[in-house]
């Protein structure tokens, strides 16, 4: 099969022959036909985050494709069934944190040193075929393509999970720090269901583009959200943690605000004059919060409340769609398709 393949930190995926894998007991093997690229992907590829020990390496978490093959025990899963796989497949379920007895979420894959997690510790998604458990594995909805599935399975089950981790209340404010590849479907999501929604970029190109996906005002940092009123909810979404802790200055009293991106560099800090305690604020984190968010998001996509705004790339191209996203190029998700 054709996989991308990464050679070392901070080298060119090269697209290569490699054996297609077989699925074993309670696993399937998908036919992958587009494969979403994340920005964690590049954290690894570069070399900012550790190179999983995979060989060969193969990353990969927003697959989608066809089941063409199940393994021994597999009864929720049938050949032809459309599908898309997640992140966390499994957990050692022996550890401390697993005997909490805990739902397989992204706090699982943080928390359990024995997670099976594709793309890091099983082979990821950029390949032609992914074996994968099938209760990892999420059903597509009728009326969603596999190119726009793809980005919904880490970024728009992401953003999802934040805004409801939020638990917004009717005649909230949404804000939404970053219009990315999870701000760009964070921002439609609120607005599919009914809320004043602010978009938060330093971008200038992306302002208008931001109105178009929902946004009834944009605003450039923190100070500007506060002085068109706050908001009682702040998503964040891009990947800078200083950003995130400049704009509490728009939250409202009793806001909360979501931590649902990484920054694998800088702390996230709260500035004591904030006064977070006389103002009853909250700050939460949110990640993958369960497969029942998933479908939720994959439906509203399925339904046409939300656009993945999506450039595709031709596998032999995945190198070129990979320098494109580091440099800031791709509006908003690159999906390879296989």
Partial sequence: MKAAVIVKAQSPWELREVPTPTPGPGEVLIRVHASGLCHNDLYLSSG?????PLDPLIIGHEP??????VGAGVSSRRIGDRVGATW???TCGRCDYCRTGLPLTGQSAMNCRGAVLTGLTAQGGHAEYLVARAEATVLLPDGIGYEAAAPVLCAGYTAWSALRAAQPQPGDRVAVLGIGGLGHLALQFSRACGFETIAVTRTADKHDLAVKLGAD???GDGAQLRDVGGADVVLVTGTSNAAASEAMQGLRVNGRMVLASIDPVSPFVIDPARGIWARRQRIIGAS????????????????GAVTPMVEVFASERIADAVQRLDRGEVRFRAVVAF
């Fill in 64 to 69: 989608a494709g066809e089941i063409v093959e």
């Fill in 48 to 52: 900012v985050l550790p190179l999983p």
């Fill in 217 to 219: 005002v944009v605003v």
């Fill in 88 to 90: 966390v497949q499994a």
């Fill in 288 to 303: 993958h919060d369960g497969l029942h968010l998933l479908s939720e998001a994959l439906d509203l996509v399925a339904s």
